[in-house]
């Protein structure tokens, strides 16, 4: 199943959109972490894009209008985005909207429906390696 995964300001703008694939309608919070980062860093990974859109910000990155712009082009460590992406989470650092309902743990299930909403709010700049 195909989901649609938005990135969102406080205000509801979205500042980013993009589907992941999902192989249960049901999985924890910290497989749903887990998944979206996995798959926007291979695919940065994949082009070595100028802009890194993602939800945890590259370590030797600058934050500009179009995204994280890398110093050097370089790959990024998936395991280690998804490590902080998740102590993100628990520390707050963004929270996640299904359906307009917050998700709080990393063990905690979500169900998806085939028009799920589902929102990543940054509530503040995250860096990484």
Do not use: C, H, W
Request: aromatic share 8%.
């Amino acid at each position: 199943m195909n989901i649609l995964i938005s990135d969102e300001l406080l205000n509801g703008t979205v500042t980013n959109q993009f589907e992941i694939e999902v192989e249960s309608t049901s999985i924890t919070v910290e497989e749903l972490i887990t998944k979206r980062v996995t798959v926007e860093i291979e695919n940065y990974n994949k082009r070595l894009p100028e802009y890194f859109t993602g939800l945890v910000e590259p370590t030797n990155a600058e934050r500009t209008l179009n995204g994280y712009k890398l110093k050097a082009k370089q790959l990024i460590d998936v395991e280690k985005q998804i490590y902080i992406a998740l102590n993100a989470f628990q520390k707050n650092g963004f929270f996640i909207l299904v359906d307009n309902q917050q998700l709080e743990k990393l063990d905690q299930k979500v169900t998806f429906k085939s028009d799920s909403k589902i929102s990543f709010v940054k509530l503040i700049p995250l860096v990484g390696g």
